[in-house]
Each structure stands twice: as C-alpha cells, then as structure tokens.
C-alpha cells in the first residue's frame, strides 16, 4: 500500500505541472553547470526569497510549498531548485518501498523542473540495524535514480555536525559521503546532547563546530563534498537561575540518552534577535570561549532570559575555515530569517549577514 500510495501521489502531481509554468520557457531547463563553490540555502516558504543574494546562492532546498515562481527566478540566476527528501526509515527497510519512494521523488523533480534532491533524514539509528543499512542504500539508490533519470542532477544529503552518533544518528558516512553528491553539515543546534551542567551555551561554539569538521575529513571523505551549514536563528532560554558570572541555569530536557538539551530554549530569528538586543538588559555580550554573542533580558512576567545566536563576527571564522579546509562551500538555516524590510539599519544586517558566508 505504502509504494501505491506514493506513486499516486506523484503520478497527480505530474499531471498537475507538466507544462512549463515560467514566463520563458528555457527557465525550465535544469541547471547542470557545476560550481566550484556551493552556497547552499534552505528555503522554508513565503516570498523573502526576492531579497536573497542571488550574486551568491547556487543551490536552493525548497522546504515549504512548491513555488513555481522561485523556481523560474532562481533558474534565471543559475541556481538549482532541489526537492526535499524525507521519509520514516522504517518504511526503507523493504526494497519496494525504497524504489517506489525513490521513482516518486524522481517523477516530481522532472515534473516541478527541479535540479535534484536534498535527503533531510534525522532519525536515531543504531549501528548495524536494518534501518542503518537501509538508510546507505536510500541514498546510494536515489543518487544513482537521479542521475540515470536526469544527467547532472545533484543528490545532497544532511548530516550532523559530528559523525560521531550525534543525537543517536550512527550513520554509514563514509558510504554516503561516497554515494551522493553533498554532504550538509548542519553545524548547529549543537547542544541537542548536554551531558555537563545544564546551563545555556552557544547553538554552535566556534571550537566545537571546527574540530567536528576534522572528524569528518579523518574518515577520508572527499573536503569537496562537505557544505557547512550555519544557523541564521539562536535560542532563548529561560533562566532557572542566573549566577553573577552570568551562567544561566536551564530546566533539564532530556533528548535520545542526553540529560539537558537545547530544548529547554525556543529558537528564535535573527531578524526577531536584532529587534530585542538593544532594548535588552545586558545588551549585546561576547563569550570569547565559545566566540559567540549573547545577551539577556527580562520578560513581561520578570523571569530573566539568555539568548546564544550567531553574528558575522561568529560567522566569519567558520566561513575562513570552509576556505582554509578546503570544503566544497557554505550554507545556512534558513534563508528566510533574516529582516528583509526596507528599513536602514535592517537591509545593512541583512547584507552583513550574506556577506559573512565568504569569510573576513
């Protein structure tokens, strides 16, 4: 049932957008051209992707609805427009819902005149289980899917920011790396695992996010296939105590085996953080151990907060890494979460925040 299912899906979903929805038909025409630098962005919907760097972007996973108009516009700009790929791995572990998925999400790309797949699968696996062979054959068999069905097309997968069973994920990275075209290292959200005291620290500690880079290349994987992924969003906790050294205590979330986790906060924009800075109790403080912002402030209740984000002076030294290292290129989550107004002070962060992605 489950393979029958998604190849109706498709299948209507073909007949919905068979023909070319772009002003200019040669927009249609997938993007094939290679890049000897990726700035990878997620897009999650809405329309501020108009106001991206489009002198930048190269590769845009779309995960909010399919719009057709991104598609056209990016295309015009030499960017390719890849689908989101998720799916239960449970699912996986039999090989005919594997090639129905796999056909299904085929079918779509050509029908949406999309450029690829990006593989967005964060479930637990444990080494050596079924769903941990499952998930390499996943994307050994999309990648081969996608390139056999459309010649040049790009297959990205998202990892960790460290291969070493991050949240549980004990993937084959090596076979992946060697499968598909990307890997994206999500280098944040990087305290999902607090196994120390549980305290607010920053999304992804300048150290902490480098060393994993290391990790990865020892394992051999190809530098070129590695996209590091930036967070544009912190988050905000709520402090059960702050210390006079400023420490701010957290409530203890546990998360796959972990005690404390980042879900003690509530992630926030970058355009939601620029608003509250200013106005907050501490202003704007640097952790020069983490090498990472932070400030506090208090709530209409009196309860007194901690926010850990990013900046372009945080930013800066992971994008001279990406050069220094020599990986394949940069990205973010997301594209949409920075202020995209037309207010001074907002388009001159904004234009910060993109230029930090090629270094200082």
């Known amino acids: 049932m489950f393979w029958f299912l998604v190849l109706l899906s498709s299948l209507l979903t073909e007949s919905r957008s068979n023909s070319c929805p772009c002003e200019r038909p040669e927009l249609c025409r997938p993007i094939r051209e290679e890049r000897d630098f990726e700035v990878f962005v997620f897009d999650v919907g809405g329309k501020t992707w108009k106001s991206y760097n489009w002198n930048m972007v190269t590769t845009v996973a779309t995960f909010g609805r399919y719009d057709a108009e991104l598609m056209c516009y990016a295309h015009s700009k030499g960017a390719r427009v890849v689908l989101k790929g998720d799916v239960p791995l449970s699912d996986m572990v039999d090989q005919d819902n594997r090639t129905a998925w796999i056909t299904g999400k085929v079918k779509l790309a050509k029908s949406q005149f999309m450029d690829g797949i990006n593989i967005d699968i964060e479930q637990a696996v444990e080494e050596g289980s079924p769903e941990y062979q499952a998930l390499t054959d996943l994307v050994n068999e999309t990648t081969e899917a996608f390139h056999r069905e459309m010649p040049g097309s790009q297959v990205s997968f998202d990892v960790a920011w460290s291969p070493k069973c991050i949240d549980k994920r004990c993937y084959d990275y090596v076979a992946i790396a060697e499968s598909c075209d990307l890997l994206f290292v999500m280098s944040y959200d990087e ?3 607090i196994t120390g005291d549980c ?19 020892n394992l051999k994987i190809d530098p ?53 800075v200013n106005s907050s109790l501490s202003g704007r403080l640097w952790d020069s151990k983490q090498q990472a912002p932070y400030f506090n402030y208090k709530d209409q209740k009196g309860q007194i907060h901690q ?25 973010m989550w ?27």
């Open 191 to 193: 305290q999902s695992q």
């Open 224 to 276: 070129k296939k590695l996209v590091m992924g930036l967070p544009w969003y912190g988050y905000d906790y709520p402090c059960l105590n702050l210390s006079q050294e400023g420490i701010c205590s957290i409530a203890k979330v546990p998360f796959r085996g972990a005690p404390c986790s980042d879900a003690a906060g509530k992630q926030k924009t970058y355009k939601w953080i620029m608003q509250q």
């Open 199 to 217: 305290i607010a620290m920053a999304n992804a500690p300048l150290s902490q996010t480098l060393n994993a880079y290391d990790d990865y290349l």
């Open 307 to 331: 926010v850990w984000y990013d900046d372009p002076q945080s930013i800066c030294p992971k994008a001279n890494s990406v050069k220094s290292k020599g990986l394949g290129g940069i990205g």
């Open 334 to 360: 997301n594209g949409n979460i920075l202020d995209y107004s037309d207010e001074p002070v907002a388009k001159q962060q904004t234009a910060m925040m993109w230029n930090a992605l090629l270094g200082c």
